[in-house]
């Protein structure tokens, strides 16, 4: 004898001794309801697979495919729905808490960063006018060496502007791209 059978004779016997009985328990495959023993009905199908239903309604409305995920009295669907969630509510488990602490960062070391954080307002906004000081000064140059440049192109188009063709000519030569065709 196994292992496994003399420990389920002695379950047996001692459940025997203590008046006690097991309920081997199943579930309907519709409903989902408890099946105890000696009741149910047992459907096989042509592929051999067995289903055990708990009542006829269950039977009757499997084989006409419903489903059950449709009808509210069912387990799926009260799962689905969540209807019983406060008898298997679980207690979420809590994240530990991660600590601040500092560290170094791409283009800045840790006593920069320090320091940034220690330094008071004024400091940080008479550095920022700076800044933006700075910026509108380069702005301010790139556009008038912008403007110079333009100038001088316009003068310089003016001067050698009577030699030039007019408007409308076009240059001599072969015509070139697709100038149409078939379609």
């Not at 309604?57 to 799962?79: D, E």
Request: glycine share 8%.
């Amino acid at each position: 004898m196994t292992m496994l059978n003399s420990f389920l004779i002695w379950l047996v016997l001692w459940l025997q001794v203590y008046n006690l009985s097991i309920y081997w328990t199943e579930l309907c495959r519709f409903s989902g309801a408890k099946i105890y023993p000696g009741r149910g009905i047992r459907f096989v199908r042509a592929d051999s697979q067995v289903f055990l239903f708990a009542n006829s309604k269950c039977k009757r409305y499997f084989h006409n495919r419903l489903k059950p995920s449709k009808l509210t009295w069912t387990a799926m669907y009260r799962k689905q729905h969540k209807k019983d969630i406060a008898a298997e509510a679980v207690k979420k488990r809590r994240r530990a808490t991660k600590k601040p602490y500092s560290r170094s960062i791409v283009g800045a070391t840790l006593e920069v960063i320090q320091k940034r954080r220690t330094e008071k307002a004024e400091v940080r906004d008479a550095a920022r006018e700076a800044a933006l000081r700075e910026i509108k000064e380069r702005i301010k140059k790139t556009k008038d060496e912008k403007k110079a440049k333009k100038a001088e192109v316009m003068a310089k188009s003016q001067k050698s502007g009577k030699g030039s063709m007019p408007k409308g000519a076009a240059p001599k030569g072969p015509k070139l791209g697709g100038g149409g065709g078939k379609r």
